[in-house]
């Protein structure tokens, strides 16, 4: 059974099922009729990728209808037949919102070729929106896992400024889902449908990153082999995220500027101006006062850019996103991993809890991720979580080591702590407890001894 299923609308008996009759014996789904009232009511029943209708019907306009059918079945491609094969006839059908046009009697085998272009096309479109209803979901609003008052404010600001086309000025800590929020403002703009598209302003050297935003003509510069276009063009009536924005050198601060202000630039090398429609978000983890001060960065780009400022909190001045966090990503990289991994101890989440996290969110799901690959059953041990977590209590330590005992005593006592929790960590396997700690098994034996720790 071939995909497209078909409605072929034709008062003239004897052609209307000379197309039926081929196209089922090419295996697809075909529905015959002979008036406009029967094939619009169909219509209103059934989903129809072609609509194959007679521009010939006695008393009706079927270029009109043509336009009338695909707003009941928006998707459906209709292919106009005729037996006045003129470009005039041609070229109203196209204008009506006819696929193509066929003259009568019509070449079955043409038909067809036209039906398989059309269920290519269908089928693209259909995957395109499924995966835009993916992204969709993926950075709906609930999706974005916290529950601290903090972040509530900062989505609060994401749902009304997401349907603007105002500028948006992403501020805070590297790690802390700037990136996330600026695809929840573009997936949940009128540019949806559009592109997005990404450049890291700090990974790119000051040559490459002009041509990276505005693209540069054949032979604007040694190496430039051919025409390359530029984000902003691709990003047209979509959005162009810009991370790390504070990083831009001087020289390309004043095309984005220009940008802003005019929509329009020039390629490299180039003489014809380029008109965009682009909403512009961008992010960074600097101090943009600061880099104004000291002249690195442009005051009125910075303006440009600050319409509308959100500042994203690091992790540690919103912990109670820790648990929610923690869920989100068990349940991410468990389906990644093709691991039934059912929570964590009480012990290790008391550990992610009381851990600081200067790496932010990202950090977090760094933890998660390598704790349900390392983790050998179904519930995440303190065991699976990296030893830089578990110093806390040696740090404890060290104010009492400090009161008590020379520097010599509270280093011990502070190595001592960590080769505990390092056996500990590693279920007492000396070789993956020196590999933890960086260190050869024959040192680490010589420290098992020196701190009269029993070796396990």
């Known amino acids: 059974m071939q995909d497209a299923r078909i409605l072929i609308m034709d008062d003239e008996a004897q052609e209307r099922n000379r197309i039926e009759s081929f196209l089922k014996q090419?295996?697809?789904?075909?529905?015959?009729?002979a008036s406009v009232e029967a094939a619009v009511e169909a219509m209103k029943r059934e989903r129809f990728d072609v609509f194959i209708t007679d521009c010939n019907i006695p008393g009706v306009d079927a270029l009109r209808n043509s336009?009338?059918?695909?707003?009941?079945?928006?998707?459906?491609?209709?292919?106009?037949?005729?037996?006045?094969?003129?470009?005039?006839?041609?070229?109203?059908?196209?204008?009506?919102?006819?696929?193509?046009?066929?003259?009568?009697?019509?070449?079955?085998?043409?038909?067809?070729?036209?039906?398989?272009?059309?269920?290519?096309?269908?089928n693209l479109l259909r995957e395109n929106a499924r995966l835009r209803e993916q992204l969709i979901d993926r950075y709906k609003f609930d999706e974005i896992a916290s529950?601290?008052?903090?972040?509530?404010?900062?989505?609060?600001v994401v749902g009304r400024v997401a349907a603007s086309n105002a500028t948006v000025l992403l501020r805070g800590e590297s790690g802390t889902g700037k990136e996330l929020i600026a695809k929840a403002i573009h997936y949940h703009s009128p540019r949806a449908a559009r592109p997005l598209i990404k450049v890291n302003c700090a990974a790119l050297p000051?040559?490459?990153?002009?041509?990276?935003?505005?693209?540069?003509?054949?032979?604007?510069?040694?190496?430039?082999?051919?025409?390359?276009?530029?984000?902003?063009?691709?990003a047209d009536t979509g959005t162009l995220f810009l991370d790390e924005i504070g990083d831009i050198p001087p020289s390309v601060q004043v095309k984005l500027l220009r940008v802003l202000q005019e929509k329009e630039f020039e390629r490299i090398g180039g003489n014809a101006t380029i008109k965009v429609d682009v909403r512009l978000v961008a992010a960074t983890n600097r101090d943009l006062e600061k880099a104004m001060k000291d002249g690195s960065f442009r005051e009125d780009l910075y303006y440009r850019l600050n319409v509308v400022t959100l500042v994203i909190p690091p992790?540690?001045?919103?912990?109670?996103?820790?648990?929610?966090?923690?869920?989100?990503f068990l349940r991410k990289y468990s389906r990644e991993n093709k691991k039934d991994i059912q929570g964590v101890t009480a012990?290790?989440?008391?550990?992610?809890?009381?851990?600081?996290?200067?790496?932010?969110?990202?950090?977090?799901?760094?933890?998660?991720?390598?704790?349900?690959?390392?983790?050998?059953?179904?519930i995440i041990t303190s065991a699976d979580i990296p030893i830089h977590l578990k110093t806390m209590e040696s740090e404890e330590k060290i104010c009492v080591a400090k009161r008590d005992g020379s520097l010599t005593d509270t280093l011990d006592t502070v190595e001592r702590g960590i080769i505990m929790e390092a056996l500990k960590a590693a279920g007492g396997v000396q070789t993956r407890a020196a590999e933890e700690l960086g260190i050869s098994e024959r040192v680490l034996r010589y420290k098992l001894k020196k701190f009269k720790i029993r070796e396990q």
């Open 26 to 33: 090419k295996e697809y789904e075909v529905t015959a009729l």
């Open 67 to 122: 336009d009338e059918a695909r707003k009941i079945n928006p998707d459906m491609a209709v292919i106009i037949m005729t037996s006045f094969g003129t470009i005039e006839t041609a070229v109203k059908a196209i204008k009506a919102g006819a696929y193509d046009y066929l003259p009568k009697p019509i070449d079955l085998e043409q038909l067809v070729v036209l039906i398989g272009r059309i269920s290519e096309r269908q």
């Open 147 to 156: 529950t601290s008052h903090a972040m509530e404010e900062v989505m609060n």
């Open 206 to 234: 000051e040559t490459l990153l002009e041509s990276e935003l505005f693209g540069h003509e054949k032979g604007a510069f040694t190496g430039a082999a051919a025409r390359r276009i530029g984000r902003f063009e691709a």
């Open 315 to 328: 992790l540690r001045e919103r912990k109670e996103d820790i648990p929610a966090l923690m869920e989100h």
């Open 347 to 378: 012990e290790t989440r008391d550990l992610l809890m009381r851990y600081s996290y200067p790496g932010n969110v990202r950090e977090l799901e760094n933890i998660i991720e390598r704790a349900v690959v390392l983790t050998k059953g179904e």
